[in-house]
């Protein structure tokens, strides 16, 4: 990936690049390359995810096999299934799920989280046995399959990652377009592209996660509640732009809540909580679940690590090739997951660590800051790191909040590179929804925690 091809977004880009750059998101990896314009998602049944597990088997939405007895005798005590969900997300199934079955969300395990504006399979586990329950399960756009019993459950990161086969629409034909198409995709897969969390992470349509994050560790609850609450949008839909609109003219919390749609229920919650607990904008942030205020602080995180990415591509500095002061992660034989060996570029090891990054054995990571972080450790992403939190007026004192210690972000780090495996264009043919325009067919696999749009950025310029 040479520094040529890796340039900041420039000014022609549309809106959804300003929203990306609130996020950090601000570099593409193949800019010396042509993409094409299509739509994204045009239909859920545009967009397949089907989950690998580690042993490389890819689950197919229709498999249902395997033995469906519970023994206590095997000492089995959680039941698997493979959860299949049409244009729902993972949160929205797993809350079904649990209400028809009368068990608490949390007893429901699974490895990761799915678009939602797809059709998607992934595993799942329930303690206990539920096996006869799920067979006669019927929930509207979820499917459960493939149920048998286990010793262990699914846990978060338990699989290597998730295949993808996306239908790409309404597309201009142009000349030698297969063919620019093909020289792209043999760029993509031997450079990879950067390895950003995604505006899902951040929030699609009011990309604001990081920032009440942010405001949360800070103990600036009303600028938290404020922002969660009061600040609206223009992605949103109209009627949550007016109604936050509204209050933050009148500041009438009972009129807000009278008026915020059924689906704003976090933000009711809260307003409900400062009726009854005026200026309390502590305990109105901590009505949240635990799960979202973990989910808050981790997108602050996230927006980090996406700053260190775009800063170091605007310094000059290339995402592929190492300088001095990078740290370069050995990855593992079986997975091709980081390993906690690791090595600082500039040294005596350095022949041999780009040796293995050629065998792709090896990748540069940037630290996920956390409590226990010692930026030292990371002497190049240390500099950036420090330049972004001066621009952005952060105190490192932050990183010394309980509550990093209590929702358990000790620190960690991650590749800043990810390369899809197998994508290749299945596909390019007259699109059946749009007269005279084409679609596109692709396929590929992303090991987990990358994200599939963020290749899909790097097609669709």
Known sequence: MD????????????????IEKIVGIEVFSSSGYEGIQARIKKRYKDF?????????RVLEIKEDFGPTYFSEDSKDSYTLFNLIKVNKDTFEAIRLISKALGIPPKSIGYAGLKDK??????????????????????L????????????????????????????????KHMPDQIKKINTLFSYLREHGFPNYYGLQRFGTFRPNSHIIGRFVLESQFKKAYEEFVIKDYPTELPQSQKVRAELAKTGDL????????????????????LLDNPGDFEGAIHQLPKYLIKLLISSFQSYLFNKMVSLRVQ???????????????????????????????????DDYLQEARKLNRAKIVAPLVGYNTDLDDFPYMKT??????KNDRISL?????????????????????????????????????????????????????????????????
């Open 3 to 18: 520094e040529e091809n890796i340039t900041p977004i420039g000014s022609k880009n549309h809106s959804k690049k300003k």
């Open 48 to 56: 397949i995810v089907r989950e690998i597990t580690y042993s490389g």
């Open 117 to 138: 504006r797809s059709i998607s399979v992934q595993m799942a586990s329930i303690r206990g046995n539920y096996v006869e329950k799920l067979k006669n399960l019927k």
């Open 140 to 171: 509207k756009d979820i499917y459960i399959r493939n149920i048998y019993p286990s010793k262990n459950p699914i846990k978060l990161g338990y699989n290597w990652g998730n295949q993808f086969v996306i239908t790409l629409r309404d597309i």
């Open 254 to 273: 009972e009129k807000a809540l009278n008026s915020f749609p059924m689906g704003l229920g976090y933000e009711r919650t809260m307003i409900k909580y």
């Open 315 to 349: 310094q000059g500095n290339s995402l592929h090739n190492p300088v001095k002061g990078d740290v370069i992660c050995i990855l593992d034989e079986e997975n091709g997951n980081i390993t906690q060996i690791k090595h600082t570029y500039g040294g005596y090891y």
């Open 384 to 389: 950036l790191f420090l330049e972004i939190i």
């Open 397 to 461: 004192n932050l990183f010394q909040n309980k509550l990093l210690e209590i929702y358990e972000f000790k620190g960690s780090f991650r590749p800043l590179i990810v390369k899809p495996v197998g994508l290749k264009n299945l596909e390019y043919a007259i699109d059946d929804l749009f007269p005279d325009r084409y679609k596109m067919k692709i396929e590929f696999s992303l090991q987990k925690g990358s994200y599939a749009t963020l290749l899909l950025r790097e097609i669709v310029k």
